[in-house]
């Protein structure tokens, strides 16, 4: 009885720490979304993990020193946005910036547009030892989008793990 009750208590626990946990994660989606939709760069910059943060410095990086070929062998994705920043930024811009400003300029500037997101939901949330995984569902269709959102004092959700699959798209 007494291993059935610490058993029984560990599977509820569990089940309810997961259960807290996809909520938390939902609630750092939404707020990114709402952030994008408003229109508020500073806010959707807070939400974005340090992986996404990187990723948009490294483009900044290349936007601003990067040859024909290193731009040419990047995704179709990342190419779009290193000649969107190489367009709509000077290069004093660029310098001044790093990837959470620029992130905060895309969306204060209709880069990443306030309607992008309206139809996008969290489906399946799974949580791993390292960082929990959301797939992307669009509409009422199911994606093979998948995000990922680290718990850093804050859920922040990181979106390079959809780059890949995005640049298929494209294409």
Known sequence: MKYFLIITFTVISISAFGQSESGDVSQC???FKKAVAE??????SEIVAPET????????N????????????????????VISMRN???KE???QMDGKNFIAYAVDHG????????NFQLGEIRVTDEFTIAQIIVGEMET????????????????????????????
């Open 53 to 60: 943060i990187e990723h948009y410095q490294s483009l900044l």
């Open 144 to 171: 093979p989008l998948k995000i990922h959102f680290y718990d850093q004092g804050g859920w922040r959700l990181d979106i390079t793990p959809v780059l890949p699959e995005m640049s298929t798209s494209l294409k």
């Open 88 to 90: 709509q930024l000077s």
């Open 93 to 95: 811009d660029i310098l």
């Open 29 to 31: 989606f939404e707020q």
């Open 111 to 118: 880069m990443l547009s306030k309607n992008s997101l309206i």
């Open 62 to 81: 290349l936007a601003l020193e990067g040859d024909s070929i290193e731009v040419a062998s990047l995704r179709l994705i990342d190419k779009l946005v």
């Open 39 to 44: 229109g508020n760069g500073k806010e959707a």
